[in-house]
Structure formats: structure tokens, C-alpha cells
């Protein structure tokens, strides 16, 4: 499985893409979240928009999902095929209510969601089974009474993706995938919805060893400051386009 982050940043980044994972494997593949920065990604990745076919949505905030209506008109306009849309299940119309405004009216009349997407709901802790992968889906601590999820891909990866930290299912994960990509604010301080580098150095040194930070601020835009970082802790940061390898 070939990893490919198309970008690291935070709600306010502006000098690094929002952060989103394209996991490539077997015959097919799999986005994570799409914020609007991933048709630049993707372009300077080499990767055409009309082959995205597969996107799992973690949670609504706006850096995460800025990119579902392009793609939804990419996919129609452009492309010959819907996109899969991997979504919890209380999360599909409030998404579409934030996309309606622009997407129910076109000059051919009236659209639903699931003109442009095929729509996949997953219930809480759902799974869901991509070219000989499963998926699990989990909830995440992000926001109180907003629904956010996770996923665990065995034996590959556990994606945090927008949380506290939860060190027992993190120290249980650890065990069965090859990397944790976990978000860190990188900020001095404390922010009730993320995580921050101290949280994760209260990790296990072997589980710190296997996590790489990810949705960070933009100050680590800098390539020579994440280097910097990743030559003094066990734990590294990884940058936009930045790939890794995972074996079967
Ligand atoms: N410096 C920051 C950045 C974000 N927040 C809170 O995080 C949530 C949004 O994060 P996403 O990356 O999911 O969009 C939201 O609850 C913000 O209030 C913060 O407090 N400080």
C-alpha cells in the first residue's frame, strides 16, 4: 500500500494544503476527507481528479470537506463515473445540506446527492471493504455531540484523523498496523478538540516510534523545521506529498 499525504495543515493553513490521505492499493484506492487543496494536490501528485472514486469522510468541519462539491461536479462534468462517498450515516444530510445551496439546481433541473455520489452509510463503528482491505471505522473524540470518525486498516494504518488523543485505542491499534498517522496542533497550548505533542509523548516509546503527526500548523510548512523535529523525537512529522510504503 503506497500512502500519499496531499496535505498537512490545519483549519488555518494557508501555506500547506488541509490535511488529506490518498492510501493507493491493489487495483483501486482510497482519499481521506477532500478539502478543496486536493485538486492541487493531486495535479502536482500526478494523480487525475476523474480517477478519485473512493472518499471517506471523517467529519463536516470546513477544511476537511471544501472539496466535495468540485468533485462531485469533476466527477459529472469531466469524469464518467460517481465517486463512493464512505460516510457515517447521521453525517449524510447535513452534508447535503451544505452542498445543496450549490448543487440542487442545474440547468438540466432538479439534483439529490446521490446524482452526483454513491452514497455509502456507515453506522457507528461500521467497516467497509476496498480491494481486499477492510476498513473500520470508529469515533472520534474531536468535537462534544459531533459526529467524527476514525479509521483502522489492519495491517497497515491507523488514521486518527481529527481528535484528542485516545491513548488506549492508539496503544491497541499499535499492535496490529505498521504506522499511526495521528493529528498534532504543534501548538504551546491547549485546544480542547486536538491533540498536542506532549499528549502523544505520553505514549509508549514503541508506539511513539510507528506515529507520524499530521494536521499541524503552519509553521511546520517549513521542510528544514519538520526535519529539525524529526532528527529530535521518535515520533516524526510528515509533509505534504510525502509517501510511505506499507508491506502486506
Ligand atoms: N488553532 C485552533 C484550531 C482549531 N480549533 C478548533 O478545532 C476545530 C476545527 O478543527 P478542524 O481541523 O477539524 O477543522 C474547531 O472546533 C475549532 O474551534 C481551535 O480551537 N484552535
Not at 470546513?62 to 460517481?82: F, P
Not at 481486499?132 to 471505522?137: A, D, K, L, S, W
Request: glycine share 6%.
Amino acid at each position: 500500500m503506497k500512502i500519499t499525504f496531499l496535505g498537512t495543515g490545519d483549519m488555518f493553513s494557508v501555506e500547506q494544503h488541509h490535511n488529506s490521505m490518498l492510501a493507493e492499493f491493489g487495483d483501486t484506492h482510497l482519499v481521506i476527507d477532500f478539502p478543496e487543496s486536493n485538486a492541487k494536490a493531486l495535479k502536482e501528485y500526478g494523480f487525475p481528479m476523474t480517477d478519485i472514486h473512493n472518499v471517506f469522510i471523517t467529519h463536516l468541519h470546513e477544511d476537511h470537506i471544501n472539496g466535495v462539491q468540485m468533485l462531485g461536479y469533476y466527477a459529472q462534468i469531466v469524469g464518467d463515473r460517481k465517486p463512493q462517498l464512505f460516510i457515517h450515516e447521521e453525517l449524510v444530510d447535513p452534508l447535503w445540506n451544505i452542498l445543496s445551496p450549490g448543487m440542487r439546481y442545474t440547468t438540466d433541473g432538479e439534483r439529490t446527492m446521490s446524482d452526483y455520489y454513491d452514497i455509502v452509510p456507515l453506522p457507528d463503528g461500521g467497516t467497509f471493504e476496498l480491494g481486499g482491505v477492510t476498513f473500520e471505522t470508529f469515533r472520534t473524540q474531536h468535537v462534544p455531540g459531533m459526529v467524527s470518525n476514525g479509521l483502522l486498516a489492519k495491517p497497515y494504518f491507523y488514521y486518527s484523523a481529527d481528535s484528542t488523543l485516545d491513548q488506549e485505542r492508539v496503544q491497541q491499534a499499535a499492535a496490529d498496523v505498521q504506522l499511526i498517522f495521528h493529528e498534532c496542533h504543534m501548538h504551546d497550548l491547549v485546544i480542547k478538540s486536538h491533540t498536542s505533542l506532549q499528549d502523544l509523548q505520553q505514549l509508549p516509546a514503541e508506539v511513539r516510534q510507528k506515529t507520524v503527526l499530521m494536521h499541524y500548523h503552519d509553521e511546520y510548512a517549513d521542510a528544514d523545521k519538520r526535519a529539525q523535529f524529526n532528527r529530535e523525537h521518535d515520533l516524526r512529522m510528515v509533509g505534504t506529498l510525502e509517501s510511505f510504503e506499507l508491506a502486506v
